[in-house]
C-alpha cells in the first residue's frame, strides 16, 4: 500500500495527473516527507529542493519564493537563520482550524494547519524543514496543494558551509526578523507576505493560471 502512495506521489510531482482525492491528507503528508526525493531542479545559496512540474516559479527574492498554479499562489519563505541556530519549535494543534496537526520526521519537524479564510477559501500554511509555505486555495484543490508544498518543504537540502560561511561574510543581509514562520498567520487572519486585495488580485489574474 505504502508503495501505491508513493507512486500517486511520484506521478503527481513527474506529470501532475494522479489523482490525489483519493488520498486523506494524512496520507498525503505522511508519504511525501517519506518519499526521500533526491531530485533537485532549484539551486540557491545555503539551500536547494525540487519544484514539482506544474508549478511554475514567478517569484524569488531573499530567501522569499513565489510559485504560481492554476489559480492560485503560492509564498514560500527559507530560514535559514533560524536553521543555522538550530531553532526547536512546538507546535499545539488546533482543535478549531479545518485541518491542524504537527509534522516530524527523524529531526525534521514543523505543522501544518489550514483555516477557513474568506470567500468559501481556505489559508493552507505549512511549516517544515526550516521553511514555510502559504497559499490560499478553494476546499476541492487543498489536497493537491498541500502535496505541492509538502513536496517542496521535504526536498529541501541545506549546505550547512555555505551557510556559515555566507552568513559570517553577509549576515547585514540575511532577514533575521523579516519573517517569523513559526508564527501560525491563519489564527490572526491575515496573510503575512501581502494583504487580501493583493492575494485575491493575484488568485484572479488569468495570466497566472497555469
Not at 524569488?60 to 519563505?77: C, G, I, P
Not at 509534522?103 to 474568506?118: A, L, M, Q, R, S
Not at 518543504?153 to 526578523?177: A, F, G, Q, R, W
Amino acid at each position: 500500500m505504502k508503495r501505491i502512495f508513493l507512486l500517486c506521489i511520484i506521478l503527481f510531482m513527474v506529470s501532475g495527473c494522479a489523482n490525489v482525492k483519493s488520498l486523506a491528507v494524512d496520507d498525503i503528508i505522511h508519504n511525501a516527507i517519506n518519499s526521500n526525493m533526491n531530485a533537485k531542479n532549484v539551486n540557491r545559496v545555503g539551500y536547494r529542493y525540487y519544484k514539482p512540474r506544474g508549478l511554475s516559479l514567478r517569484d524569488s527574492d531573499n530567501y522569499n519564493e513565489v510559485f504560481t498554479s492554476l489559480n492560485y499562489t503560492y509564498y514560500m519563505y527559507v530560514d535559514l537563520v533560524s536553521y543555522n541556530s538550530k531553532v526547536l519549535f512546538n507546535y499545539e494543534e488546533n482543535p478549531k482550524a479545518y485541518y491542524s496537526k504537527k509534522i516530524t520526521n527523524g529531526d525534521k519537524f514543523g505543522y501544518i494547519e489550514i483555516n477557513n479564510y474568506k470567500n468559501n477559501q481556505y489559508l493552507i500554511e505549512i511549516m517544515y524543514n526550516y521553511a514555510k509555505i502559504e497559499v490560499i486555495v478553494y476546499e476541492r484543490d487543498i489536497k493537491s496543494s498541500v502535496m505541492y508544498a509538502v513536496s517542496i518543504l521535504s526536498s529541501i537540502t541545506y549546505n550547512d558551509s555555505v551557510i556559515k560561511n555566507y552568513m559570517k561574510i553577509d549576515t547585514e543581509n540575511l532577514p533575521e526578523e523579516k519573517f517569523d514562520i513559526f508564527e501560525i498567520v491563519g489564527r490572526d487572519d491575515y496573510l503575512q507576505f501581502k494583504d487580501e486585495e493583493d492575494v485575491l488580485e493575484d488568485n484572479n489574474d488569468p495570466d497566472y493560471i497555469k
